[in-house]
């Protein structure tokens, strides 16, 4: 019975059968407009046969500089009588033929093999070109080669030549690496030319199919969705330029993996135009909060955070808290893991004699209640030692740590470290100064927002590079309208129907703002960009003076940088031109 093709893609040139010519420059520089071709290398293979060679060197219009002569060998008296580019270039042509070409690097010889044929008017052929770096990053482990140079790869796959920066040189060892490369592809399935092509190049099948899911989006800022046949939503994404940057997931610059298998489940993508590229940061945020697709790696649950509480009792104790609620208690965090969040509490107990137990402690129960007491665990001063005004003094320590000054604390932790330096315990100093870090930065970053978050509202505005204004409204740290103005037009109508028609918004417990934690320091960064301009503040936006952030320059911590300013620009906005 005879052979039946089953589908077109079984079509395909065998990569026995094909006639490859590994060509290998040697040039006076890397531009190929600035620079010349010194040295050609060709080599012409099929089936793994050399049926022939071609090497000469090249007559470059200047000089070679010294570092390059030096680099590989060639200087200007040895090209003094060699054969010019519009002698040797069509020789190489013919050499070529209609074989593949290969290359390691392959951009670079194609890029000065184009610009010599436009400079002697010689029309490129248009071979299809294999880049054995490219095919080598697809194919090795980075533990097996830790870069894809030739010299690096000749090593790793054991060829028989190794490049010595010398045409012929190097284009036989690029001929040993194709080798190799190839029968290690032979293992997964890979047999003809076009299947070669397509596993050098990260863009599948799958993408390059799905390219016309871009084309329905517009160039304008926004969130865009990609979801699967049944409407559930596989991956959420921001761009000033909706259609533009949809349209790179179906391209070689696209080099996730995980979105390379996203695609291909994909089959529509959605996009929600928005007024500024800070409302698009924002729905993005939102959206990823919401729907929790499962190709987003950061913000899908903000929920899972963990919060440091002073809580609200006789003999008040730190807890970890996964949730902010209106109890009067004071607040810290939220902390990116609950190992960071138990190493600030570690700090806390070691500057201040609060207690540590679990117990729920009253001015009438005897010390005794306490566990850790009784087992000598517990230095605490609560129940028993001192009287609840007593112990008040040192939960308002914590409290005024928390939320206003923090120098105290950190002062007896310096104390601490210094004391631990001083006999060389470096490794208990070093332990003791990142849970202080850890206490300084948190502490920065919650007086931050919760100054933030106090805002009643705030109307700010900057410049666009096409003219106009971008304008935004915020309530109680979130973001409630945006919207902009053409150049040459009055912003203030547009500021005053924008604040008319914004979001009603219900504050958040403290330090909480109304929304999310990231969406507020998303709108804190575009407030804090150059340009930034404030329209108008109801009510105070202030830090305290000796908060988190300076007891961060007191300790020497380079962590606690991110300290919000209050802004005093108020000059008047004028129409943009």
């Known amino acids: 019975m005879g052979m039946v093709q089953g589908t077109l893609d079984a079509l395909g040139t065998p990569l026995v059968a094909t006639t490859f010519v590994v060509v290998d420059l040697e040039t006076t520089g890397g531009s190929p407009t600035a620079n010349a071709i010194t040295e050609v290398g060709a080599v012409k293979v099929r089936g793994g046969e050399v049926l022939g060679e071609l090497q000469t060197l090249v007559q ?20 003094a009588t ?6 040797v270039l069509p020789a190489f042509l013919e050499f070529a033929g209609d074989a593949v070409l290969v290359a390691h690097n392959a951009p670079f010889d194609v890029g000065f093999l184009k610009a010599a044929c436009e400079a002697t008017a010689h029309r490129w052929p248009g071979l299809p070109v294999i880049d054995t770096a490219r095919l080598a990053r697809r194919v090795l482990a980075r533990d097996e080669a830790h870069d894809c140079r030739l010299a690096t790869l000749a090593r790793v796959l054991k060829t028989g030549t190794m490049p010595t920066h010398r045409a012929l040189d190097d284009a036989r060892a690029t001929v040993d690496v194709l080798h190799r490369l190839i029968e290690r592809l032979g293992n997964v399935g890979v047999h003809t030319v076009e299947e070669l092509a397509t596993w050098q190049s990260t863009v599948t099948l799958a993408q390059r199919r799905k390219r016309y899911l871009a084309e329905t989006l517009p160039h304008a800022p926004g969130v865009y969705l990609f979801l ?13 330029d909706m259609r533009a940057r949809v349209r790179t997931y179906f391209t070689a610059s696209e080099t996730r993996r995980r979105m390379t298998e996203m695609v291909a489940i994909a089959e529509s993508v959605t996009g929600i135009e928005c007024a500024t590229p800070l409302e698009a940061e924002v729905r993005e945020l939102r959206l990823i909060a919401e729907r929790k697709p499962r190709y987003n790696r950061r913000s899908r649950f903000p929920e899972h955070a963990t919060w440091l509480k002073l809580t ?14 209106p109890d009067r208690a004071t607040y810290v965090g939220p902390f990116g893991s609950r190992r ?14 609060i207690r540590q137990c679990t117990e729920r402690l009253t001015p009438g129960r005897h010390r005794s209640a306490c566990a850790l007491a009784e087992m000598g665990r517990c230095g605490a001063p609560c129940e028993g030692r001192e009287s609840v005004a007593a112990y008040a003094q040192h939960a308002a320590a914590v409290q005024l740590a928390f939320t206003a000054d923090a120098r105290a604390v950190v ?17 208990e100093a070093a332990v003791h100064r990142d849970r202080m870090t850890v206490l300084v930065r948190t502490t920065t970053r919650t007086q931050r927002i919760a100054a933030f978050a106090a805002v009643t509202q705030l ?11 971008e304008l935004h409204v915020v309530r109680n740290g979130k973001l409630a309208a945006a919207g902009v103005t053409p150049a040459g037009v009055n912003p203030r109508p547009s500021i005053d ?6 979001e009603t918004v219900t504050p958040a417990p403290p330090p909480l703002p109304a929304a999310s934690i990231e969406e507020a320091e998303c709108v804190l960064r575009w407030l804090e960009t150059p340009g930034t301009r404030l329209v108008d503040v109801d009510g105070v936006w202030a830090l305290p003076a000796a908060g988190g952030g300076l007891a961060g320059v007191a300790a020497g911590s380079e962590q606690a940088d991110r300290t919000a300013r209050p802004f005093d620009d108020r000059r008047r906005l004028r129409p943009s031109r």
Not at 60 to 79: E, Y
Not at 313 to 324: N, Q
Not at 459 to 469: I, S
Request: glycine share 6%; proline share 7%; net charge positive.
């Open 60 to 79: 470059p219009a200047t000089s070679i500089p010294p570092f390059v002569a030096v680099l590989t060998g060639i200087t200007d008296a040895m090209v």
């Open 82 to 87: 060699a054969p010019r580019i519009e002698a």
């Open 228 to 240: 699967d046949s049944g409407g559930a939503t596989l991956y959420v994404g921001k761009s000033k």
């Open 312 to 325: 609200v009792e006789p003999f008040p104790r730190l807890s970890l808290v996964r949730e902010v609620k």
């Open 340 to 353: 960071l969040a138990e190493a600030a509490m570690t700090a806390v107990h070691e500057a201040v004699p």
């Open 411 to 427: 002062e007896r932790l310096r104390a601490r470290i210094e004391r631990l330096a001083a006999t060389e315990r470096y490794e």
């Open 459 to 469: 109307v700010a505005a900057r410049r666009r590079e096409v003219g106009g204004w």
């Open 497 to 502: 129907a924008l604040v008319a028609t914004a």
